[in-house]
């Protein structure tokens, strides 16, 4: 299998990063949700660690997640008694657990093993939690997989608690260890080591501050995990790093690809860092610069900052994006509009300003928690008249329109979890008319979707698209890749025969 390729998203400061982080962590929790259960978390300390534990609590969003199917563990702990202030497990309680209450059972919660009589070293602390992982292993496996694994990075490299130069770096038969000896105190901890880590499916690494800037670039450039650690921290089908701006700046540059540059001898893993580089931060200039002639209104703002300030994921269209899809919308001539995929309801207000004034606009939302902070932006927008907000799984709705005998759409964007595109284009061409344009979006996934080998299930979504598309004798179509604030990705764009 082809390893998972690296993403880097670095963010202004450490507080929009702690809050991006959870905002993230929720929408994902949401979504493996609709795929499987339980789920299963590794969370980490730190500042920013716990500060995004702490967001999580305050989000509205974290009442869309169903916490009884949500076990936490940790990727490491400071092997002193329970409830001591600098133990990982206490200050998670404090900032997420405790806030979450009944929510959450008890069960779901793994700490790592505190100092007590009955476990007096970090060797019976490592040994039990290994039999704890066994316990909630499936298919009498050695451990859960992991859906998510947190980690913090210091300014050594270090991960978890594995430290530059240390024998647990390469332990192959383990998977904790103690370490008696950590150069940061306390000098007592127990650690998951690489082989549970790098058997989860995604690991995301989050770092800020400047003086971390130094180890990000090693790491992100393949550094000797003997002396940068975080260098082997992946996961199997994602590997993310979430920065702060300061972590980032000595990230190493590329040439006119604008990835950044490989190591001279290219690491065994394949891993390959997409972004965080000179293109990338260009690209993000040029949207500012062109910001004026897209001319993004006080009443878009507003929506825009209401998913933020209610923790929604920063995944909605950009500015210039959505004013491309409110020309097209115009360009159509739409009278009636489909979205898939509501979110805050930023591009539902781009798309609402291309209708007359009596044309109507469906979207379509899963998470109720979502669909509120959309309702509301939008009848502060006064279009609450003009716009459906639909709840629920997509293709229950869209089948319910198809059933229906809906009037046919003029104009469909399609911006939803891409892992169902194709059965949501299918029933979109069902709803349209010769002559109706789809719009879909978050296609080209940073250049993953020519790897057949893709671990990620998003991008095997999307080529499964590509597939069911192709062959259908109902549209034309083409790609437009694009670049910007957010990254390098691209739509599609579909015209019903």
Do not use: C
């Amino acid at each position: 299998m082809t390893p998972a390729s690296l993403e880097v998203l670095v963010h202004p400061d450490a507080e929009v990063l702690a809050a991006a982080t959870a905002a993230r962590l929720l929408t994902r929790l949401v979504d493996l949700q609709s795929h499987r259960s339980p789920v299963h978390v590794v969370l980490t300390g730190g500042t920013v660690g716990i500060a995004a534990l702490r967001a999580v609590a305050a989000s509205p969003v974290r009442d869309a997640v169903d916490w009884t199917g949500v076990h936490l563990w940790w990727g490491d702990e400071r092997f002193l008694p329970d409830g001591d202030p600098d133990r990982n497990e206490t200050q998670a309680r404090e900032a997420l657990v405790d806030a979450l209450g009944d929510a959450l059972p008890a069960g779901n919660v793994h700490a790592i093993p505190a100092l007590s009589d009955d476990v007096p070293d970090g060797e019976t602390s490592a040994r039990r939690y290994a039999a704890e992982l066994r316990a909630h292993a499936a298919d009498s496996g050695l451990a859960p997989r992991f859906d998510v694994l947190l980690l913090g990075m210091g300014p050594d490299g270090h991960v978890a608690s594995l430290f530059p130069g240390r024998s647990s770096l390469f332990e192959a038969s383990s998977m904790v260890v103690a370490e008696h000896d950590s150069p940061k105190p306390p000098s007592e901890r127990v650690s998951l080591t690489f082989p549970l880590i790098r058997s989860a499916r995604e690991v995301w690494v989050v770092a800020a501050g400047a003086e971390k800037a130094p180890a990000v670039a090693r790491a992100l450039a393949g550094d000797d995990v003997r002396t940068t650690p975080a260098a082997g921290a992946r996961g199997t089908e994602r590997t993310l790093w979430l920065l702060d701006l300061a972590a980032a700046p000595t990230v190493p540059d590329s040439g006119p690809d604008g990835g950044i540059a490989p190591p001279e001898h290219t690491p065994d893993d394949g891993l390959r860092p997409r972004t965080a580089s000179s293109a990338a931060r260009a690209w993000a200039a040029v949207d500012a610069y062109v910001a004026p002639l897209v001319d993004e209104s006080p009443a878009a703002r507003d929506v825009r900052n209401a998913a933020a300030d209610a923790g929604l994921p920063d995944i909605a269209v950009s500015a210039a994006q959505g004013r491309l899809l409110e020309i097209l919308a115009r360009s159509v001539g739409a009278r009636r509009v489909l979205e898939i995929g509501t979110l805050g309801g930023y591009s539902t207000w781009w798309l609402a300003q291309a209708l007359p004034p009596q044309g109507r606009l469906v979207t379509l939302e899963l998470s109720g928690a979502h669909a509120d902070v959309a309702r509301a932006s939008l009848a502060a927008a006064g279009l609450q008249e003009r716009v459906e907000l639909v709840v629920g799984a997509a293709l229950t709705s869209l089948d319910d329109l198809v059933a229906s005998g809906a009037e046919p759409f003029d104009l469909v964007f399609v911006d939803a979890d891409k892992e169902q595109l194709a059965p949501y284009v299918d029933r979109a061409i069902a709803l349209s008319r010769p002559g109706t344009l789809i719009v879909v979006d978050n296609v080209v996934r940073d250049g993953a979707v020519v790897d057949p080998e893709h671990p990620d299930t998003r991008v095997q979504g999307v080529r499964a698209f590509y597939a069911r598309v192709g062959a259908d004798d109902r549209v034309d179509g083409t790609v437009v890749q694009t670049v910007g604030e957010k990254g390098y990705d691209g739509f599609a764009l579909l015209r019903v025969r």
